[in-house]
T-cell receptor, first 115, second 117 residues
């Protein structure tokens, strides 16, 4: 069955520190999509990245990078030189076809970046 | 502007009083869904719709109804709300089911905070 685990409930870092948010998933399928979303204190949900299971290349976008490893079923998110504006709840999500078109989110990690 | 809208944004009601939360998207998206967000539980999918007149249950459908009579609208109906349905609700839409098998990136509405007394 689909499952997404974000074991880190809350992380606090000091500004300019690097921080990694963990995401571990379970799936029966060999083909699937993984996503990260950001929910800032204002409450909206903002799409960050989508990764296809066939593409294991790591991706970098400015201070953000994502490490996808099928061998460990992980899709971790690193913020380099964190800033106060990075403070938010971050969700990892999984989309697979298992007879249904469900879209499963993890429980989220709250990141607090302190000035 | 491409967007998903929800109304109302805030709602306080009493147990048993039927209510509807509307959701509309202007992106011609096929896939729409509803989620509830509760502390410590993340986002849980209530219902989803693949297209007009095609809906299916998510992980927490009890106590909710949906309909998809038009492509752009996907209302969430609580026939007899109870206090355990107090939550933050999000509607989302996705352009398509990628390659006919997966739900692609979803775009979310601003959320509806519901309190049932």
């Amino acid at each position: 069955a689909q499952k997404v685990t974000q074991a880190q409930t809350e992380i606090s870092v000091v500004e300019k520190e690097d921080v990694t948010l963990d995401c571990v998933y379970e799936t029966r399928d060999t083909t699937y999509y993984l996503f990260w979303y950001k929910q800032p204190p204002s409450g909206e949900l903002v799409f960050l990245i989508r990764r296809n299971s066939f593409d294991e290349q790591n991706e970098i976008s400015g201070r953000y990078s994502w490490n996808f490893q099928k061998s460990t079923s992980s899709f971790n998110f690193t913020i380099t030189a964190s800033q106060v504006v990075d403070s938010a709840v971050y969700f990892c999500a999984l989309s697979e076809y298992s007879g249904t078109y469900k879209y499963i989110f993890g429980t989220g990690t709250r990141l607090k970046v302190l000035a | 502007e491409a967007q998903v809208t929800q109304n109302p944004r805030y709602l306080i009601t009493v147990t048993g009083k039927k209510l509807t939360v509307t959701c509309s998207q202007n992106m011609n998206h096929e896939y729409m869904s509803w989620y509830r967000q509760d502390p410590g539980l993340g986002l849980r999918q209530i219902y989803y719709s693949m297209n007009v007149e095609v809906t299916d249950k998510g992980d927490v459908p009890e106590g909710y109804k949906v309909s998809r009579k038009e492509k752009r609208n996907f209302p969430l109906i609580l026939e007899s709300p109870s206090p355990n349905q107090t939550s933050l609700y999000f509607c989302a839409s996705s352009l398509s089911v990628a390659s006919g098998r997966f739900v692609d990136t979803q775009y979310f509405g601003p959320g509806t905070r519901l309190t049932v007394l």
